[in-house]
């Protein structure tokens, strides 16, 4: 439950955020171009808090549903005008005024996600540094020649200082076509080698994580099974386990390594373990039960346990800070947001050419949440990540032309700009039709492949 609220409030502090920097972007341009706003509205639905303001008693509004919002400003399409404010309705504005208004709620979004990485980049971002265990065996890693603890630090010329730089650096190249990818690594010996990774298209279209298919994983210290501390209400307490425990064996299959229990565990959800647990020099046997938790690679077991022995070797070897000056913070800023886009763009292209899966790469409200709050529960750095990241994904969704939204209405004054007349509004309302169709079709995809996600199928 706990989970679930933190989930809940930090999806909604998220979506707030981002939804206001959107609709500032369009009211502010809109107060610039002289066009009269009279409302400016947080959600939808019935309004939880309202207030008038302003010398033109524009309408402040907090609304129930969360999930958007919309600046309504003076327009004759919509309503009666008093003749000494016709020149600040909307639609008496010139073509390029209004295009101004229309994207400046999408190119809001866009600086927030600069702004945001750069404040991220000041204070230092937390990652795990890429060493890389065994490659899976007959995986690209492995043709590749990637030994355990090499280390990525670059790909294609671009630096890889963490696990997150590395699975953007291939992510970008399997939405860029694939094929053959310069990955430098650093090896366990001290040396310097750049390996050839070859990746197909036909990843996007595998269902799990696309990064862990190409056959690289995480390294690891290789440490004891031994139970070092124990979460209260957790699987591994109710089976009775407990600090110091050492196991030996799962189901007769011996375990020497931390790492190898952690794998039958996660592979083992609500499925029942009978372990072999050295306790005081007494050999007990436990039934264990993992409980099914949700990640963004899949579902797996979880018993609520730590081992205690690899922390000194990760805080030396592993954990890494990204931290940089504040002008080179907005300079990284800058560039992360590009490269951000540049990702997103190239996926929607293959999805829209059936080159990638809509069920593997499109997100709805529930799962956002369960990523909003895995991000706060790791820390405020990758929670600023996890909005930027949203920032930028919904700048570029709202300039997609589909009628109702922002991409849509300049859809309409581009062809606007080239015929020298505005489409007909006969038109417009047809398309608002398809618009409506559209978005609610995604909308119903979305949460019904997020219910999926939550009932594990």
Known sequence: MQSFLLSVVAFIIAIGILVTIHEYGHYWVAKKMGVKVLRFSIGFGKPLWKKVAGADQTEYVLAAIPLGGYVKMLDEREGAVAANEVHRAFN???????????????????????????????????????IVGDPLEGSPAAAAGFEREDQIVEINGKATPTWN??????????????????????????????????????????EGDIVGSIGLSRWWPDVDPVIGGIVPDGAAEAAGLQAGDRILSSDGVTIVTWRQLVDIIRASANKTLNLAVLRDNSELTIPLTPVLRETPDGNIGFIGARETQSQEVIDEKLRTVERYSPLTALGMGFTRTVEMMSVSVKMIGKLLTGQASLKNTVSGPISIAQFAGQSVSVGIDHYLSFIALVSISLGIFNLFPVPMLDGGHLLYYAIEVVTGKPVSERIQIFGQQIGIALLGTLMIFVFYQDILRVMGI
Do not use: C, H
């Not at 295009?99 to 991220?120: D, F, T």
């Not at 990818?181 to 990843?203: F, H, P």
């Open 165 to 206: 730089t590395v699975y953007v650096g291939l992510l970008d190249g399997i939405v860029s076509g694939g094929g053959a990818m310069d990955v430098t690594v650093s090896t366990q010996a001290g040396g310097t080698i750049t390996r050839q990774l070859t990746l197909g298209k036909e990843l996007l279209n595998q």
């Open 92 to 130: 008496r504005k010139s073509v390029w005024a209004r295009i101004a208004i229309v994207i400046a709620g999408p190119l809001a979004n866009l600086i927030l996600a600069v702004l945001v990485y750069w404040l991220v980049f000041i204070v230092g971002i937390t990652g795990i540094a890429p």
